[in-house]
């Protein structure tokens, strides 16, 4: 259900990215930068966090930018709900989620 979802908030920004002309590509380099409070939970494979249940930690290297930047907006907003993921996205400004996900989408 949360994949079909993300599927819809997926071609809703690729309609946004179209409409739009030129996107400003994120810089891998700065990513790489802002990545340090993000490899505690997704630099680890197969981590699974013990707070505040268990849950395991999706991979995120070699992900499409796109995914990972709508993924981003959508914690962000509020439309994709998980604690963490919550606060860290509160934090990042677009620049910064761009960044992170051309970082992590030139990962192998
Ligand atoms: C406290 C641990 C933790 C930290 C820190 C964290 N994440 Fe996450 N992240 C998670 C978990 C757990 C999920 C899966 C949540 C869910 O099921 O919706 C997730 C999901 C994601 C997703 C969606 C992946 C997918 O396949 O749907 C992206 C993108 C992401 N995180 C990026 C980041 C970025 C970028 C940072 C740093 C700015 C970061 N995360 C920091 C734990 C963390």
Same mark, same amino acid.
């Given at each position: 259900?949360?994949?079909?979802?993300?599927?819809?908030?997926?071609?809703?920004? $690729?309609?946004?990215?179209?409409?739009?002309?030129?996107? @400003?590509?994120?810089?891998?380099?700065? &990513? *790489? !930068? +802002?990545?340090?409070?993000?490899?505690?939970?997704?630099?680890?494979?197969?981590?699974?966090?013990?707070?505040?249940?268990?849950?395991?930690?999706?991979?995120? $290297?070699?992900?499409?930018?796109?995914?990972?930047?709508? @993924?981003?907006?959508?914690?962000?907003? &509020? *439309? !994709? +709900?998980?604690?963490?993921?919550?606060?860290?996205?509160?934090?990042?400004?677009?620049?910064?989620?761009?960044?992170?996900?051309?970082?992590?989408?030139?990962?192998?």
């Amino acid at each position: 259900m949360k994949k079909q979802l993300l599927w819809i908030a997926l071609g809703s920004f $690729g309609m946004l990215a179209a409409g739009g002309g030129a996107q @400003a590509a994120g810089d891998p380099e700065k &990513g *790489a !930068r +802002k990545n340090s409070m993000c490899e505690g939970c997704h630099g680890i494979p197969g981590y699974r966090t013990a707070f505040p249940k268990v849950y395991t930690v999706p991979k995120l $290297g070699g992900q499409h930018p796109t995914y990972i930047l709508s @993924a981003l907006q959508g914690y962000k907003s &509020g *439309a !994709r +709900k998980h604690p963490s993921m919550n606060g860290v996205a509160a934090t990042l400004s677009q620049q910064d989620m761009e960044d992170l996900a051309a970082f992590y989408a030139a990962q192998k």
